[in-house]
T-cell receptor
Framework: NAGVTQTPKFQVLKTGQSMTLQCAQD?????MSWYRQDPGMGLRLIHY???????DQGEVPNGYNVSRSTTEDFPLRLLSAAPSQTSVYFC???????????FGEGSRLTVL | GQQLNQSPQSMFIQEGEDVSMNCTSS?????WLWYKQDPGEGPVLLIA?????ELTSNGRLTAQFGITRKDSFLNISASIPSDVGIYFC??????????????FGKGTKLSVKP
């Protein structure tokens, strides 16, 4: 099993550009989520999903969109990138809402 | 919103020493979890605690679910260089509820002097 796979691993954008961070898991997990990690801020929840067709906002959702058309995939879209969105993004999945998350390796995004 | 206070923020220790870190909150949690993040990678679950007062070990790691349900502790015995990384505590407010109820601490960065 590959676990949680994120692409791309690195990306540089210009302010105003849009892009999608991809996340896929092969563990048949219902729960998937996106976090951003910034120095000194820990992990902050952006959006999450409890199953296909169901998404909800986390702590810092502004500027991001998500959709969950399949159990396996949970892409994160940046609509109009801003320098404040420079961060490391982690996708995570879990079988149920026990807090036992499996994380991807992260996507490092720089917005110029 | 809910917050976890994790301390210390960082620490340097001599190889072979024991390490202690903790997380506290004003909120009551149903589950406490500890994750480790190696440089350049995603966090990995180390220990999960489900019951107040529970003490659980995983090799050289021992974690405890505080009796008040508002805190948790992680101890690492006889540290080695591969213990370097960031350790995160996380608390789950409501089992079975929204995944938005999982709160992370800001991390303890552990550096070991060889």
């Amino acid at each position: 099993n590959a676990g949680v796979t994120q692409t791309p691993k690195f990306q540089v954008l210009k302010t105003g550009q849009s892009m999608t961070l991809q996340c896929a898991q092969d563990m048949n997990h219902e729960y998937m989520s996106w976090y951003r990690q910034d120095p000194g801020m820990g992990l902050r929840l952006i959006h999450y999903s409890v199953g296909a067709g169901i998404t909800d906002q986390g702590e810092v959702p502004n500027g991001y969109n998500v959709s969950r058309s399949t159990t396996e995939d949970f892409p994160l879209r940046l609509l109009s990138a801003a320098p404040s969105q420079t961060s490391v993004y982690f996708c995570a999945s879990s079988f149920s809402n026990t807090g036992e998350l499996f994380f991807g390796e992260g996507s490092r995004l720089t917005v110029l | 919103g809910q917050q976890l206070n994790q301390s210390p923020q960082s620490m340097f220790i001599q190889e072979g020493e024991d390490v202690s870190m903790n997380c506290t909150s004003s909120s009551i949690f149903n589950t406490w979890l500890w994750y480790k993040q190696d440089p350049g990678e995603g966090p990995v679950l180390l220990i999960a605690l489900y019951k107040a007062g529970e003490l659980t070990s995983n090799g050289r790691l021992t974690a405890q679910f505080g009796i008040t349900r508002k805190d948790s502790f992680l101890n690492i015995s006889a540290s080695i260089p591969s213990d370097v990384g960031i350790y995160f505590c996380a608390g789950l407010l409501n089992y079975g509820g929204s995944q938005g109820n999982l709160i992370f601490g800001k991390g303890t960065k552990l550096s070991v002097k060889p």
